[in-house]
């Protein structure tokens, strides 16, 4: 088993930054790929970035140029650096791993965070 745990999520004025992190314990070494989800009340879950072992990455098109996804394996943790926010990006944000990448970037990854809550207002 994999624990995922999320930090970093808060309240921003439109045109900030944040940064998620997300802590990995247990089987680690299993990990292929992370990434981060997220979901909007009343919208469906949606893939936000993605990043592989060998540092492959995805991301979706509206968050492009403004998030950058990273991980250090030293630490086993991921982490989510998102600027430019617009009130769009709110959103539960999850953090997912699992051993494979496209399963992952199909909505699928064998592991779930509690997710963290980010909302960008005025």
């Known amino acids: 088993q994999v624990q995922l745990v999320e930090s970093g999520g808060g309240l921003v004025q439109p045109g900030g930054s944040l940064r998620l992190s997300c802590a990995g314990s247990?089987?680690?070494?299993?990990?292929?790929?992370m990434g981060w989800y997220r979901q909007a009340p009343g919208k469906q879950r949606e893939l936000v970035a993605a990043?592989?072992?060998?540092?492959?990455?995805n991301y979706a098109d509206s968050v492009k140029g403004r998030f950058t996804i990273s991980r250090d394996g030293g630490k086993n943790t991921v982490y989510l650096q998102m600027n430019s926010l617009k009130p769009e990006d709110t959103a539960v944000y999850y953090c997912?791993?699992?051993?494979?990448?496209?399963?992952?970037?199909?909505?699928?990854?064998?592991?779930w965070g509690q997710g963290t809550q980010v909302t960008v207002s005025s």
């Open positions: 997912t791993a699992g051993e494979s990448r496209s399963l992952l970037l199909q909505g699928h990854p064998t592991y």
């Open positions: 247990g089987r680690i070494s299993s990990i292929y790929a």
């Open positions: 990043i592989t072992g060998g540092g492959t990455t």
